[in-house]
């Protein structure tokens, strides 16, 4: 199976928090053909979940994937299904150096803990649950196979990954977690001892996460995986307050470790060597065209290569609000970074390259403000469409948005960012002609935007539920990225209609959702 981690870091004011990310290939049920970038999938919203009892009747619902190949998509008739309660209890060995009497270092006990049951990433049907303190849990879902993850609160006992099947009728499902394999090490740091822990994570393949460890006095931390755990990087956050650098381990694979002795006392070892901070500070100030200073711009400094961090992964991610004078300073460590401008309201975002070694000015940095753009909108045979809403969405940066509606003359106006945008036309009536997607550079907002709406390919289908139409229900058609086709509601008779654009489906993802 091919996959990769992604580090998405984010931080605030003096916070940073990182996660990963995985790439895992899927398995649909397409043509040989086919795959999930090239299919659609239709998203159920019921409206009237609760029944007379106001007890829960139903719950939203994925149907699909559905081939592009077709001049039309039909789903027939489809009963929703009834939702079904799961539940059980979650125990684990958990380690007790100090229990009387034990064999073993180890006493069995409740678990508080997150439940996670998933299909997969493109459908509504994933669910989640707690346990309490008796680490009992309980869930509404829909009857079919889960990837079912258990996050325990405390890092001491592993993360389990199993593949479940819930029947029809729910039922009970206790789990018992073992105590795993320690995963240790020591986070050196040329200042410690230091009176704030380092945070240390467990990252698997397909982007689970654990829970935290903070090392000791001594730099010390301690986290048990499954013995038959997939493969894994170990992640240590640095300290709470985002100074540190967040450095990720190699892969771990247990199957190339020795386990032969008991599971309970075989172990990894993944330390982490932080080399001498080499601090740095970032100034600068925000104006708008006129001069004047630009207030509450968000300054996001993001590393690309951090000085003494040559031979590991180390990375930091650091954000400033601007002040009323429009100023920024920031302390970080030296290295070379990307810088986002990212402004609220009526401006642009901006971004840019910059070394920071010891005091560095970025001196004044001008932002434009947003452009007006205007066009027509005309359906395939170049009549304009009145009523069309327009709605443009910046392409990375804050990703705001603006919306705005046709004239009878088809004739639009808004203003917008200069940057990458997708601009989706919505007709107002949407079992004639498809919401359509365009993508435009920052230099197409030069001059006049036209915009054409497509007829698209119809889709249609009937829900319902006991034999009964579902009426009301909202329907969402999407890609396998997840990106927004065409909306419809369901009718007294549980009928929708609604045109899609398929064109689009065959088109390179953006990361951008509807």
């Not at 989640?128 to 325990?152: K, M, W």
């Not at 030296?334 to 970025?362: C, H, I």
């Amino acid at each position: 199976m091919r996959w990769m981690f992604g580090l998405l870091l984010t931080a605030a004011a003096c916070s940073q928090e990182a996660s990963m990310l995985a790439e895992l290939g899927e398995d649909v049920a397409l043509d040989a053909d086919e795959d999930l970038a090239s299919s659609v999938y239709f998203d159920v919203h019921p409206t009237q979940l609760l029944d007379a009892n106001n007890d829960i009747r139903v719950l939203p619902q994925t149907f699909g994937p559905f081939g592009i190949r077709t001049s039309s998509l039909g789903m027939g008739t489809v009963e929703l299904d009834a939702p079904t309660t799961l539940s059980g209890s979650v125990v684990a060995s958990v380690v007790t150096p100090q229990a009387a009497g034990a064999e073993l270092p180890f006493e069995k006990g409740p678990v508080s803990a997150t439940l996670s049951l998933t299909q997969s990433e493109r459908t509504v049907q994933n669910y989640s649950a707690t346990t309490d303190e008796f680490g009992a849990f309980s869930t509404l879902l829909l009857a079919d196979g889960y990837a079912l993850v258990v996050i325990p609160d405390n890092p001491e006992i592993p993360v389990a990954v199993r593949q479940e099947t819930i029947g029809g009728s729910g039922g009970d499902l206790d789990l018992e977690l073992g105590s795993g394999v320690a995963i240790w090490g020591q986070v050196r740091y040329p200042s410690l001892p230091s009176a704030d822990p380092f945070r240390v994570h467990v990252v698997y393949e397909g982007g689970v996460r654990s829970s935290t460890a903070l090392t000791d006095e001594d730099g010390y931390y301690v986290i048990r995986v499954e013995a038959d755990s997939v493969p894994f990087v170990v992640v240590c956050e640095g300290r709470d307050d985002g100074r540190d650098p967040i450095l990720v381990s190699d892969v771990v694979d247990l199957s190339q470790t020795d386990t032969a002795v008991l599971p309970e006392y075989a172990s990894e070892q993944v330390d982490f060597d932080y080399p001498a901070y080499r601090a740095a500070a970032a100034s600068g100030r925000v104006l708008d065209e006129s001069g004047d200073p630009v207030e509450d711009v968000e300054v996001r400094f993001t590393s690309v290569a951090l000085d003494g961090y040559e031979a590991q992964a180390g990375s930091i991610q650091i954000v400033r609000i601007t002040d009323a004078s429009g100023n920024f300073d920031i302390s970080l460590p030296a290295g070379d970074y990307t810088v986002e401008f990212m402004p609220q309201g009526g401006r642009s975002p901006k971004v840019s390259n910059a070394t920071v070694s010891g005091n560095s000015s970025l001196g004044s940095i001008t932002l434009d403000g947003l452009r007006e753009v205007s066009g027509t909108v005309r359906d395939p045979q170049g009549s304009p469409v009145n009523s069309a809403q327009v709605t443009c969405t910046e392409l990375g940066f804050g990703g705001r948005s603006w919306t705005t509606f046709t004239n009878k003359k088809g004739v639009y106006g808004v203003e917008v960012s200069a940057t990458p945008l997708a601009c989706v036309v919505t007709p107002p009536d949407t079992s004639v002609l498809a919401m359509t997607r365009t993508e435009v550079s920052g230099e197409s907002l030069e001059g006049a935007l036209d915009l054409e709406v497509v007829s698209g390919q119809q889709a249609t289908g009937t829900l319902e539920m006991n034999g009964e139409p579902e009426t009301f229900a909202v329907v969402e058609i999407r890609d396998g990225h997840g990106r927004l086709l065409g909306t419809a509601v369901t009718d007294e008779s549980g009928f929708f209609e609604v045109r899609v654009d398929l064109q689009q489906v065959d088109s390179e993802d953006t990361g951008q959702t509807n």
